[in-house]
């Protein structure tokens, strides 16, 4: 499993339902899919299927898979920063074989406090995640993308391309404990 990612947006495929709408569907994350009647409801939609899916793997402590390289026909649905961010704890605890529980004990909070770190649609502090990935053994690194408009994705909707949309980056990397 990879923790590190260039960026937090899923590959999606929009196509015609028949019925003069659109379906919308990711391939990493085959849980998220959902329809609408046009590219703005689709793509609003998708993104909320992609989260509420990302939220069961959360709850079943399974690792979230990284998005892919966008293939033709595709478009990017982004994973809002803090929950990417979170998504990264979430993978780490997995990998690391850390339960709530442990990682809990190890910050010095309560489980529910752990909880709040790892629910995707709570407002968390990015230096409380940092400070959690630290107590796993990684540091959270950030970086910054041109963004592009939600114009050129809804044009690769209509255009049926896919095109990248704008980026949020993370990475993380293990780091070695300090010596006691």
Known sequence: MAL????????????????????????????ALTEGQGPNEVLDLAADALLTALEFYVESERAVPSPSVPKAGEVLVEVPTSAAAKVLLLNAMVESGVRPAELARRLGVTRQEVHRLTDLRHATKIDGIAKALRALGYRLELSLAKDRHRSAVLGCVRAAIGSPCGEASFTIRRVKPKSE
């Open 4 to 31: 590190a990612t260039s960026s937090f947006a899923y590959p999606a495929t929009i196509e015609p339902n028949g019925e003069g709408g659109f379906i919308a569907s990711f391939r990493d994350i085959p849980e």
